[in-house]
Protein backbone atom coordinates (compact mmCIF):
# COMPACT_ATOMS: atom_id res chain seq x y z
CA UNK A 1 0.00 0.00 0.00
CA UNK A 2 1.38 3.63 -1.30
CA UNK A 3 0.16 6.20 1.13
CA UNK A 4 1.47 10.09 0.45
CA UNK A 5 1.20 12.55 3.13
CA UNK A 6 1.05 15.84 2.36
CA UNK A 7 2.42 19.49 3.55
CA UNK A 8 -0.60 19.65 5.52
CA UNK A 9 -1.14 16.63 6.25
CA UNK A 10 -0.09 14.36 9.42
CA UNK A 11 -0.44 10.45 9.50
CA UNK A 12 -0.88 7.96 12.08
CA UNK A 13 -0.21 4.30 10.86
CA UNK A 14 -1.66 1.68 12.56
CA UNK A 15 -1.18 -2.19 12.55
CA UNK A 16 -3.41 -4.89 12.61
CA UNK A 17 -5.65 -2.16 14.64
CA UNK A 18 -2.60 -0.80 16.30
CA UNK A 19 -1.63 2.56 16.62
CA UNK A 20 1.90 2.29 15.97
CA UNK A 21 3.72 5.30 14.29
CA UNK A 22 3.10 9.22 13.68
CA UNK A 23 3.80 9.55 9.57
CA UNK A 24 5.24 13.16 9.01
CA UNK A 25 4.99 14.62 4.85
CA UNK A 26 6.59 11.76 2.63
CA UNK A 27 5.94 9.07 0.60
CA UNK A 28 5.55 5.55 2.32
CA UNK A 29 4.51 2.18 1.77
CA UNK A 30 2.98 -0.03 3.65
CA UNK A 31 1.68 -4.08 3.96
CA UNK A 32 -1.84 -4.94 3.50
CA UNK A 33 -1.99 -5.20 7.47
CA UNK A 34 -1.97 -1.77 8.06
CA UNK A 35 -3.92 1.34 7.87
CA UNK A 36 -3.23 5.29 7.82
CA UNK A 37 -5.56 7.95 9.31
CA UNK A 38 -4.87 11.53 7.31
CA UNK A 39 -5.38 14.51 9.72
CA UNK A 40 -5.14 18.19 8.23
CA UNK A 41 -2.61 20.22 10.41
CA UNK A 42 -5.30 23.37 10.35
CA UNK A 43 -7.71 21.13 12.69
CA UNK A 44 -7.40 19.80 16.21
CA UNK A 45 -7.40 16.02 17.40
CA UNK A 46 -10.56 15.57 18.62
CA UNK A 47 -11.75 12.21 18.56
CA UNK A 48 -8.87 10.18 16.83
CA UNK A 49 -9.02 6.07 16.60
CA UNK A 50 -6.59 5.53 19.57
CA UNK A 51 -6.54 6.78 23.15
CA UNK A 52 -5.05 10.09 24.02
CA UNK A 53 -2.30 8.28 26.06
CA UNK A 54 -1.80 6.52 22.75
CA UNK A 55 -1.12 9.54 20.70
CA UNK A 56 0.90 11.55 22.88
CA UNK A 57 3.07 8.32 23.23
CA UNK A 58 4.20 8.26 20.03
CA UNK A 59 7.83 8.92 18.98
CA UNK A 60 7.97 12.69 18.14
CA UNK A 61 4.35 13.43 19.31
CA UNK A 62 5.24 16.08 22.21
CA UNK A 63 7.48 17.63 19.58
CA UNK A 64 4.29 17.98 16.86
CA UNK A 65 1.25 18.29 19.33
CA UNK A 66 0.23 20.54 21.63
CA UNK A 67 -1.79 18.87 24.76
CA UNK A 68 -5.21 20.50 25.88
CA UNK A 69 -7.52 19.30 28.60
CA UNK A 70 -10.46 21.13 29.25
CA UNK A 71 -12.57 19.94 32.31
CA UNK A 72 -16.46 19.69 33.28
CA UNK A 73 -16.51 23.38 34.68
CA UNK A 74 -14.62 25.04 32.13
CA UNK A 75 -14.36 27.18 28.65
CA UNK A 76 -11.69 27.22 27.16
CA UNK A 77 -10.61 30.39 24.11
CA UNK A 78 -7.94 29.30 21.82
CA UNK A 79 -5.58 31.42 20.30
CA UNK A 80 -3.19 31.07 17.08
CA UNK A 81 -0.49 33.62 17.04
CA UNK A 82 -2.51 36.12 18.73
CA UNK A 83 -5.94 35.83 16.73
CA UNK A 84 -8.92 34.15 18.66
CA UNK A 85 -10.02 30.98 16.46
CA UNK A 86 -12.78 29.38 18.57
CA UNK A 87 -14.06 28.69 21.99
CA UNK A 88 -13.85 24.61 23.51
CA UNK A 89 -16.03 23.17 26.07
CA UNK A 90 -15.20 19.78 27.79
CA UNK A 91 -12.51 17.57 26.64
CA UNK A 92 -9.25 16.21 25.31
CA UNK A 93 -7.61 18.03 22.20
CA UNK A 94 -4.09 17.82 20.31
CA UNK A 95 -3.65 21.01 18.13
CA UNK A 96 -0.56 20.57 15.45
CA UNK A 97 2.21 22.78 16.14
CA UNK A 98 2.73 23.56 12.86
CA UNK A 99 -0.11 25.44 12.33
CA UNK A 100 1.26 28.16 14.53
CA UNK A 101 1.85 29.36 18.30
CA UNK A 102 -1.09 28.00 20.12
CA UNK A 103 -2.23 29.63 23.04
CA UNK A 104 -5.17 28.88 25.64
CA UNK A 105 -7.41 30.98 27.82
CA UNK A 106 -9.85 28.91 30.29
CA UNK A 107 -12.75 30.22 32.11
CA UNK A 108 -14.68 28.97 35.00
CA UNK A 109 -17.71 28.80 34.23
CA UNK A 110 -19.23 28.33 38.23
CA UNK A 111 -19.45 31.88 37.79
CA UNK A 112 -22.18 32.52 35.19
CA UNK A 113 -21.52 36.06 34.69
CA UNK A 114 -19.22 36.68 31.22
CA UNK A 115 -16.69 39.14 32.49
CA UNK A 116 -13.97 41.46 30.70
CA UNK A 117 -12.06 38.42 30.05
CA UNK A 118 -14.14 37.64 26.83
CA UNK A 119 -13.95 40.54 24.52
CA UNK A 120 -16.96 41.32 22.37
CA UNK A 121 -15.29 40.47 18.92
CA UNK A 122 -14.48 36.99 20.39
CA UNK A 123 -18.58 36.52 21.22
CA UNK A 124 -19.40 36.94 17.56
CA UNK A 125 -17.31 33.78 17.39
CA UNK A 126 -18.92 32.14 19.26
CA UNK A 127 -22.42 30.12 18.92
CA UNK A 128 -25.35 31.97 20.45
CA UNK A 129 -25.95 28.83 22.21
CA UNK A 130 -23.17 29.00 24.51
CA UNK A 131 -24.31 32.81 25.97
CA UNK A 132 -27.34 34.72 26.44
CA UNK A 133 -27.83 38.33 26.66
CA UNK A 134 -29.58 40.62 29.26
CA UNK A 135 -30.22 44.08 28.24
CA UNK A 136 -31.35 46.55 30.77
CA UNK A 137 -32.98 49.91 29.55
CA UNK A 138 -32.22 53.20 30.80
CA UNK A 139 -35.12 53.70 32.68
CA UNK A 140 -35.00 50.12 34.31
CA UNK A 141 -33.58 48.31 36.60
CA UNK A 142 -33.50 44.19 37.32
CA UNK A 143 -33.31 41.85 39.43
CA UNK A 144 -30.66 38.69 38.61
CA UNK A 145 -31.12 35.40 39.67
CA UNK A 146 -28.96 32.46 39.89
CA UNK A 147 -31.64 29.12 39.86
CA UNK A 148 -33.84 31.56 40.88
CA UNK A 149 -32.07 33.24 44.07
CA UNK A 150 -31.88 36.50 44.18
CA UNK A 151 -27.99 37.41 43.40
CA UNK A 152 -27.78 41.21 42.81
CA UNK A 153 -29.88 44.60 40.95
CA UNK A 154 -28.71 45.23 37.27
CA UNK A 155 -28.79 49.16 36.43
CA UNK A 156 -28.71 50.16 33.02
CA UNK A 157 -26.79 48.24 30.63
CA UNK A 158 -25.93 45.00 28.68
CA UNK A 159 -24.50 41.97 30.08
CA UNK A 160 -23.70 38.39 29.35
CA UNK A 161 -23.87 34.99 31.02
CA UNK A 162 -23.15 31.46 29.98
CA UNK A 163 -25.45 29.01 29.53
CA UNK A 164 -25.43 25.48 30.76
CA UNK A 165 -25.39 24.38 34.66
CA UNK A 166 -26.50 27.42 36.26
CA UNK A 167 -30.30 28.66 35.40
CA UNK A 168 -29.97 32.59 34.72
CA UNK A 169 -32.45 34.66 34.64
CA UNK A 170 -34.08 38.65 35.20
CA UNK A 171 -36.85 40.39 35.76
CA UNK A 172 -36.81 43.58 34.62
CA UNK A 173 -38.50 46.37 36.80
CA UNK A 174 -39.68 49.70 34.73
CA UNK A 175 -38.66 52.97 37.12
CA UNK A 176 -40.68 55.37 35.29
CA UNK A 177 -44.43 56.92 35.86
CA UNK A 178 -46.75 54.09 35.11
CA UNK A 179 -50.71 54.42 34.26
CA UNK A 180 -52.75 52.64 35.58
CA UNK A 181 -57.04 52.18 34.28
CA UNK A 182 -59.44 51.07 35.88
CA UNK A 183 -62.86 51.31 33.80
CA UNK A 184 -65.97 50.35 33.69
CA UNK A 185 -66.38 49.92 37.45
CA UNK A 186 -69.83 49.24 38.24
CA UNK A 187 -70.64 50.78 41.72
CA UNK A 188 -74.22 50.85 43.75
CA UNK A 189 -74.80 54.31 45.23
CA UNK A 190 -75.94 55.33 49.02
CA UNK A 191 -79.23 55.97 47.22
CA UNK A 192 -79.30 52.85 45.28
CA UNK A 193 -78.41 54.06 41.81
CA UNK A 194 -75.71 52.05 39.66
CA UNK A 195 -72.91 54.12 38.35
CA UNK A 196 -70.18 53.14 36.06
CA UNK A 197 -66.96 54.72 36.98
CA UNK A 198 -63.65 54.99 35.14
CA UNK A 199 -60.99 55.66 37.39
CA UNK A 200 -57.43 56.21 36.51
CA UNK A 201 -54.09 56.32 38.77
CA UNK A 202 -50.50 56.95 37.85
CA UNK A 203 -47.78 55.23 39.81
CA UNK A 204 -43.84 54.54 39.78
CA UNK A 205 -41.74 51.79 41.88
CA UNK A 206 -39.64 53.36 44.46
CA UNK A 207 -37.41 50.24 45.55
CA UNK A 208 -37.25 47.70 42.00
CA UNK A 209 -35.44 44.79 44.75
CA UNK A 210 -37.83 44.99 47.40
CA UNK A 211 -40.96 45.24 45.50
CA UNK A 212 -40.72 41.65 44.26
CA UNK A 213 -41.46 40.83 48.16
CA UNK A 214 -45.33 42.06 47.73
CA UNK A 215 -47.09 40.62 45.20
CA UNK A 216 -46.58 38.33 41.84
CA UNK A 217 -47.64 41.29 39.68
CA UNK A 218 -47.48 45.04 40.89
CA UNK A 219 -50.25 45.54 38.43
CA UNK A 220 -52.94 43.09 39.35
CA UNK A 221 -52.40 44.10 42.88
CA UNK A 222 -52.96 47.91 42.56
CA UNK A 223 -56.37 47.22 40.02
CA UNK A 224 -57.34 45.55 43.15
CA UNK A 225 -56.37 47.98 46.34
CA UNK A 226 -57.97 50.85 43.87
CA UNK A 227 -61.39 48.42 43.04
CA UNK A 228 -61.71 47.93 46.71
CA UNK A 229 -60.94 52.13 47.92
CA UNK A 230 -62.89 53.55 45.12
CA UNK A 231 -66.24 50.75 46.15
CA UNK A 232 -66.28 51.63 49.64
CA UNK A 233 -66.23 55.71 49.45
CA UNK A 234 -68.31 55.82 46.51
CA UNK A 235 -71.25 53.39 48.25
CA UNK A 236 -70.90 56.00 51.02
CA UNK A 237 -72.87 58.94 48.72
CA UNK A 238 -75.97 59.87 46.98
CA UNK A 239 -75.64 60.43 43.50
CA UNK A 240 -76.11 64.10 43.46
CA UNK A 241 -73.24 63.90 46.18
CA UNK A 242 -71.20 62.06 44.00
CA UNK A 243 -71.73 64.40 40.61
CA UNK A 244 -71.34 67.32 43.07
CA UNK A 245 -67.80 66.53 44.85
CA UNK A 246 -65.97 63.85 42.83
CA UNK A 247 -62.36 66.21 43.26
CA UNK A 248 -63.02 65.46 46.96
CA UNK A 249 -64.05 62.19 46.56
CA UNK A 250 -61.05 61.69 44.36
CA UNK A 251 -59.05 63.26 46.80
CA UNK A 252 -59.99 60.96 49.67
CA UNK A 253 -59.35 57.34 47.28
CA UNK A 254 -56.30 58.80 46.42
CA UNK A 255 -55.45 59.20 50.68
CA UNK A 256 -56.55 56.00 51.70
CA UNK A 257 -54.56 54.33 48.28
CA UNK A 258 -51.38 55.79 49.45
CA UNK A 259 -51.75 54.78 53.44
CA UNK A 260 -52.83 51.05 52.23
CA UNK A 261 -49.86 51.15 49.74
CA UNK A 262 -47.02 52.85 51.85
CA UNK A 263 -45.25 49.44 52.47
CA UNK A 264 -45.62 48.53 48.78
CA UNK A 265 -42.32 50.43 47.80
CA UNK A 266 -44.43 52.20 45.33
CA UNK A 267 -45.67 56.13 45.10
CA UNK A 268 -48.88 57.02 43.64
CA UNK A 269 -48.39 59.85 42.00
CA UNK A 270 -52.07 61.07 41.20
CA UNK A 271 -55.36 59.48 40.87
CA UNK A 272 -58.53 60.64 40.16
CA UNK A 273 -62.58 59.54 38.61
CA UNK A 274 -62.05 60.33 34.96
CA UNK A 275 -65.81 59.37 33.92
CA UNK A 276 -68.68 59.23 35.97
CA UNK A 277 -71.59 57.36 33.68
CA UNK A 278 -75.40 57.34 34.50
CA UNK A 279 -77.69 54.88 33.96
CA UNK A 280 -80.18 55.42 30.72
CA UNK A 281 -83.22 56.51 32.99
CA UNK A 282 -81.28 58.98 35.59
CA UNK A 283 -79.49 60.55 32.51
CA UNK A 284 -82.22 61.61 31.13
CA UNK A 285 -83.67 63.05 34.23
CA UNK A 286 -80.86 64.83 34.98
CA UNK A 287 -80.72 66.33 31.24
CA UNK A 288 -84.52 67.23 31.96
CA UNK A 289 -83.79 68.81 35.35
CA UNK A 290 -80.52 70.66 33.89
CA UNK A 291 -82.48 71.89 31.01
CA UNK A 292 -85.89 73.04 32.83
CA UNK A 293 -83.05 75.19 35.49
CA UNK A 294 -81.34 76.61 32.60
CA UNK A 295 -85.10 77.74 30.96
CA UNK A 296 -85.23 79.02 34.75
CA UNK A 297 -82.29 80.98 34.50
CA UNK A 298 -82.73 82.59 31.27
CA UNK A 299 -86.01 83.74 32.26
CA UNK A 300 -84.50 85.34 34.93
CA UNK A 301 -82.22 87.39 32.92
CA UNK A 302 -84.97 87.96 29.99
CA UNK A 303 -86.78 89.85 33.18
CA UNK A 304 -83.92 91.28 34.49
CA UNK A 305 -83.17 92.74 31.39
CA UNK A 306 -86.88 93.72 30.71
CA UNK A 307 -86.75 96.08 33.83
CA UNK A 308 -84.01 97.45 33.08
CA UNK A 309 -85.35 98.23 29.75
CA UNK A 310 -88.31 99.95 31.12
CA UNK A 311 -86.63 101.60 33.71
CA UNK A 312 -84.50 103.37 31.50
CA UNK A 313 -87.45 104.54 28.87
CA UNK A 314 -89.11 105.68 32.08
CA UNK A 315 -86.27 108.06 32.86
CA UNK A 316 -86.36 109.21 29.07
CA UNK A 317 -89.64 109.97 29.13
CA UNK A 318 -89.28 112.22 32.26
CA UNK A 319 -86.39 113.96 30.85
CA UNK A 320 -88.13 114.59 27.76
CA UNK A 321 -91.14 115.64 29.63
CA UNK A 322 -89.52 118.37 32.10
CA UNK A 323 -86.88 119.43 29.12
CA UNK A 324 -88.19 121.27 26.12
CA UNK A 325 -85.41 121.66 24.13
CA UNK A 326 -84.11 117.75 24.97
CA UNK A 327 -87.71 116.61 22.97
CA UNK A 328 -86.91 119.04 20.07
CA UNK A 329 -83.65 116.94 19.41
CA UNK A 330 -85.23 113.56 20.07
CA UNK A 331 -87.27 114.50 17.54
CA UNK A 332 -85.02 116.20 14.96
CA UNK A 333 -83.11 112.70 15.61
CA UNK A 334 -86.10 110.66 14.88
CA UNK A 335 -86.38 112.43 11.73
CA UNK A 336 -82.86 112.27 10.72
CA UNK A 337 -83.41 108.67 10.70
CA UNK A 338 -86.32 108.75 8.63
CA UNK A 339 -84.88 111.08 6.20
CA UNK A 340 -81.93 108.49 5.66
CA UNK A 341 -83.81 105.88 4.55
CA UNK A 342 -86.39 107.81 2.39
CA UNK A 343 -85.92 109.62 -0.71
CA UNK A 344 -89.19 110.91 -1.90
CA UNK A 345 -92.82 110.12 -0.50
CA UNK A 346 -96.52 111.20 -2.67
CA UNK A 347 -99.61 111.38 -0.14
CA UNK A 348 -102.88 112.00 -2.05
CA UNK A 349 -104.46 115.30 -0.81
CA UNK A 350 -101.04 117.36 -2.09
CA UNK A 351 -97.56 118.18 -1.30
CA UNK A 352 -94.16 116.47 -1.04
CA UNK A 353 -93.85 115.27 2.63
CA UNK A 354 -90.56 116.38 3.07
CA UNK A 355 -91.48 119.89 2.36
CA UNK A 356 -93.99 119.70 4.63
CA UNK A 357 -91.66 118.82 7.07
CA UNK A 358 -89.39 121.09 6.63
CA UNK A 359 -92.49 123.80 6.18
CA UNK A 360 -93.22 122.29 9.95
CA UNK A 361 -89.44 122.81 11.03
CA UNK A 362 -89.53 126.76 9.47
CA UNK A 363 -92.50 126.68 11.70
CA UNK A 364 -91.21 125.21 14.90
CA UNK A 365 -88.01 127.20 14.87
CA UNK A 366 -90.02 130.95 14.36
CA UNK A 367 -92.05 129.95 17.49
CA UNK A 368 -89.00 129.64 19.57
Not at 276 to 299: D, F, H, T, Y
Not at 329 to 340: A, F, Q
Request: glycine share 6%; proline share 2%; aromatic share 8%.
Amino acid sequence: MKVIINERERGLLYKNGKLTKLLMPGKYHFGANSSVEKLPVNQYIENPACTFEALMSLEGAREALVPLEVADNEYCLHYIDGNFMSILGRGRYAFWKAQGKHEFKKIDREEPEITDQVTAFELTRMPVSLYRVINVGNYQKARLYYDNKLVRMLDPGKYLFWTGKTNVTAELEDMRERQLDINGQEILTADKVGLRINFVMVYKVTDAEKIATVAENITSYLYTAAQLVLREYVSKYKTDEILENRDKISDEVINVLRERTKNAYIEIVSAGIKDIILPGEISAIMNSVLAAEKRAQANVITRREEVASTRSLLNTAKLLDENETLRRLKELEYLERICEHVGEINVSGGGDVLSRLTELLGNGNKDK
